[in-house]
């Protein structure tokens, strides 16, 4: 029962440096996103996914590209990275259509840009 | 917009206490909340959903309620342990829209 599973766990990225954050998921799940978390603030959307090949923006998406070419894959990619962009990014998925909608996360990736 | 509120941020209770952990919403027409659990360095865990048309919902020794037209929801710990140490976030659903999450309250279990 892998979940959801971030690589990742750790990343130094230097200032204008690009990388990928990798997300998988392996329940069928219709929605996947990405948040990022900051010390003592709530978690912010970035972008999100309803099902393959669909994307669209959440609160905070400057700076980040996503894309979704399956369901189980929805990678966050940062082209020049900035000190702005150190928090630690989590990705979650859920089944939308159902009654049961609950949200799995995965471990997360920290990242800092320096 | 929907604001989500979690006080205290930060709570500690002798081993066996109950305790109630609170969250408040701006927006009542919510579709759904769910209440999670994020261990030091770890993602979140859900813990418990409730959807709009319930008033609670009950696993182990926890219980979550929902009171929309106050826009309230608690979390309620029955004998708590050592283990249930964490920090405790809220998140509540409009509509078709994204979840908007609470900063989280601290808890800490004292032997």
């Known amino acids: 029962n892998a979940g959801v599973t971030q690589t990742p766990k750790f990343r130094i990225l230097k200032i204008g440096q690009s990388m990928t954050l990798q997300c998988a998921q392996d329940?069928?799940?219709?929605?996947m996103y990405w948040y990022r978390q900051d010390p003592g603030m709530g978690l912010k959307l970035i972008y999100y996914s309803v099902g393959a090949g669909i994307t669209d923006k959440g609160e905070v998406p400057n700076g980040y590209n996503v894309s979704r070419s399956t369901t189980e894959d929805f990678p966050l990619r940062l082209e020049l990275a900035a000190p702005s962009q150190t928090s630690v990014y989590f990705c979650?998925?859920?089944?939308?259509?159902?009654?049961?909608?609950?949200?799995?996360f995965g471990s997360g990736t920290q990242l800092s840009v320096l | 917009k929907q604001e989500v509120t979690q006080i205290p941020a930060a709570l500690s209770v002798p081993e066996g206490e109950n305790l109630v952990l609170n969250c408040s919403f701006t927006?009542?027409?919510?579709?759904?909340l769910q209440w999670f659990r994020q261990d030091p360095g770890k993602g979140l865990t859900s813990l418990l959903l409730i959807q709009s048309s319930q008033r609670e919902q009950t696993s182990g020794r926890l219980n979550a309620s929902l009171d929309k037209s106050s826009g309230r929801s608690t979390l309620y710990i029955a004998a708590s342990q050592p283990g249930d140490s964490a920090t405790y976030l809220c998140?509540?659903?409009?509509?078709?829209?994204?979840?908007?999450f609470g900063t989280g309250t601290r808890l800490t279990i004292i032997p």
């Open positions: 927006d009542s027409a919510i579709y759904n």
């Open positions: 329940m069928n799940h219709n929605y």
């Open positions: 979650a998925s859920s089944y939308r259509g159902g009654t049961n909608e609950k949200l799995f």
């Open positions: 998140a509540v659903r409009v509509g078709n829209e994204k979840l908007t």
